[in-house]
């Protein structure tokens, strides 16, 4: 029998936990060319702005060892074209939309969050805190607790109560347990750990940074043991939180290592890049590692790295 | 709604992605031309569109995927499909390595492809390096029609003209330059660009080459009033399916409005005149979103915003408020020629 994939956490119940990373997806169009959106867990569609936004130059990308380097600068077409095409879109294909929301001061954030909850159908809001803060001249808000935790208030409180709110934070801190502690304070109903780290790739040609935005994020395979560490941090601190895991998630191997560590929801993002398909094969996989190791259930096991060793062992007659 | 979305590209058949058996791997000169087995992307193809393919093995390290414009189709063993590529960096050369009954991840066909003119119209097919190879799959779709093409053929040097015999062969004439003098004229496809045309009385001029030479030919073109349908390369392509938003450049609407399109999707081959050339690898200032951007008011500026999304140049009625499609994008509607 497959194991049930079924993923629970307060209001929200989806068919699995497998979802799109914020960016990772295009408008969805793009995704559902190769993979039936609405049978992933979730799609958690780019940030969202209160501008359209025409984003960086290129070049964005630069590939580096089992890993992407990119600086796309969040372009998109702003609120009104989302709400207009994008997520009615998304909803007829009968996904489930995890929206991304974006701003440059903590009450654009609100602005934007509000006007979202105010559209029928969001499942749940991702407060991308990579973002530059205006008011911190251009220090993102996830590096620091305080400003962190401002923008997860004005979001919770401009969103309908049943509508999950879920804080996006950066690894480049040195104590992601403040950040974590400041958003679930100020009412985040749960964490997306993480974004990409900070990177730079120079050119040999040209003798200059191969981005033209100089640095950029970094993601893929390559980040993945950081996010784990950063999944496993969090949860052993604060194990009522449900997170969603995310950094180089490519095969459901790499799913069932998030989900050990305390990943409720686990997000695929710049290997659907390389296999657009990935979503599905993941999930996949997934079901098939844990028919293999005897998990009825894949809520059973989040979390599990963090009991004594030999307890799985012992329980399950593996190894 | 749907339909006018992009599920389906502009030729209404949304790519696939197959595991495809290589064929054949030669040395055509300077570059290895590949034959892959997969007839659900032969049978959607046309000519112009690229296929992606990973590089590197299941575990590869190298996560972008290698865009290949489309050399050309065949039917043999239900539907093959041909590119040719210089092997220069590590993808491409782990690709040059594969051998015959070797499977490789394919996604295809991709992107928007050349429109063809309704009538029998004088078309100048020009190409530099291995960017000639998409032309001669569009010259046999000219051919059926009954428009042999001109060809303007050119490279640094011989063994990096590709076709050239093909095209003395199919086409009613054929001009090879290299940089190098070492075939046909000394110097470059825009030197002899001029000359071509006016021999040619050509109508409508297809060109697949680098930024640089597209710039030029279009700022020639324009000169003498012809349209240009202009196959980009740059800036290269992560994932060739429109997911990564990284290989953007400034093209302007039909409504006027200059938007951040990606070339996989909404490209990659684009009318000259709608590309900013001299702003390719920039944010013009009254790029739509820009900073400081601002939407003009009234109806338009909705109208803006809600195609932001696409950023389809020529779409700018693509989207109405009824969700009308507009004939943007019809392939007759946007040569001009014939």
């Known amino acids: 029998m497959p194991a049930d994939l079924r993923t629970r956490i307060g209001h929200l119940d989806l068919p699995s936990p497998i979802l799109t990373a914020s960016g990772c997806a295009g408008t969805g169009r793009e995704l559902a060319q190769f993979t039936d959106v609405a049978r992933i867990g979730a799609v958690i569609t780019k940030s969202i702005s209160l501008e359209a936004r025409a984003g960086n130059p290129a070049p964005r990308m630069a590939e580096t060892p089992s890993g992407l380097l990119s600086s796309v600068g969040m372009q998109g077409p702003g609120l009104d074209g989302f709400l207009q095409r994008d997520l009615p879109w998304l909803l007829s294909r009968g996904a489930r939309a995890f929206v991304s929301v974006a701003g440059h001061t903590t009450r654009e954030y609100g602005e934007v969050a509000s006007r979202i909850s105010d559209s029928a159908g969001v499942t749940a809001i991702e407060v991308n805190l990579g973002c530059p803060d205006a008011a911190a001249a251009g220090r993102p808000f996830a590096l620091d607790p305080a400003a962190a935790g401002a923008v997860v208030a004005a979001v919770r409180g401009s969103v309908r109560y049943d509508i999950p709110v879920f804080a996006k934070l950066s690894p480049e801190v040195t104590d992601i347990v403040a950040v974590a502690r400041a958003c679930v304070a100020a009412g985040a109903d749960g964490l997306s750990l993480i974004n990409t780290l900070p990177g730079m790739v120079i050119d040999p040609v040209t003798f200059r940074p191969a981005l033209a935005g100089a640095s950029g994020g970094l993601s893929g395979p390559a980040i993945r043991p950081v996010a784990v560490s950063c999944v496993w941090t969090v949860r052993e601190a604060l194990p009522d939180v449900p997170i969603i895991g995310s950094g180089g998630v490519r095969t459901g191997r790499d799913a069932l290592e998030f989900l050990l560590a305390g990943a409720s929801m686990v997000a695929v993002g710049t290997v659907l890049f390389h296999d657009p398909s990935a979503c599905s094969r993941i999930q996949r996989e997934l079901e098939e590692e844990l028919s293999a190791r005897g998990v009825d259930r894949v809520s059973d096991i989040v979390g599990r790295a963090h009991q004594p060793a030999g307890y799985a062992a012992d329980r399950h007659g593996w190894i | ?338």
């Open chain 2, 1 to 338: 709604m749907a339909n006018s979305d992009r599920d389906g590209g502009v030729g209404g058949v949304a790519p696939v992605q197959v595991r495809g058996t290589v064929l054949t791997v030669r040395r055509v000169d300077a570059y290895v031309a590949m034959t892959v087995v997969a007839p659900a992307i032969a049978t959607r193809f046309r000519p112009g569109q690229f296929i992606a393919i990973a590089v590197g093995g299941p575990q590869s390290g190298m996560l972008a995927r290698r865009t290949f414009s489309v050399h050309d189709v065949r039917p043999d063993h239900g539907g093959t499909v041909e590119f040719v590529f210089p092997p220069r960096e590590p993808g491409a050369q782990w690709l040059a390595e594969c051998r015959a009954r070797d499977v490789l991840d394919v996604v295809g066909p991709l992107g928007r492809p050349f429109p063809v003119p309704r009538d029998p119209a004088s078309c100048l097919l020009l190409g530099v390096g291995p960017g000639a190879a998409p032309l001669f799959a569009l010259a046999s779709r000219l051919t059926e029609r009954g428009a042999n093409p001109d060809f303007l053929l050119g490279a640094e040097s011989a063994d990096r003209v590709f076709g050239a015999l093909t095209a003395r062969r199919i086409g009613r004439s054929a001009v090879i330059t290299t940089t190098d003098g070492s075939l046909g004229a000394r110097g470059s496809v825009v030197d002899m660009l001029p000359t071509a045309v006016q021999q040619a009385r050509t109508d409508v001029i297809y060109a697949s080459a680098p930024l640089s030479v597209l710039r030029s030919v279009c700022a020639l073109a324009g000169r003498y009033g012809i349209p240009v349908q202009a196959l980009v390369s740059e800036p290269a392509m992560t994932c060739g399916t429109g997911l990564c938003m990284g290989c953007v450049l400034p093209a302007v609407g039909n409504d006027g409005i200059t938007r951040m399109v990606r070339a996989c999707v909404d490209g990659p081959v684009f009318r000259g005149d709608q590309v900013r050339w001299d702003d390719v690898g920039t944010i013009p200032f009254d790029a739509l979103g820009a900073p400081g951007w601002k939407p003009r008011p009234g109806p338009a500026a909705a109208a803006a915003g809600a195609s932001a999304a696409s950023g389809q140049p020529g779409s700018g009625g693509a989207t109405t408020a009824d969700g009308r499609a507009s004939d943007g994008r019809s392939p007759e509607g946007r040569s001009n020629a014939g």
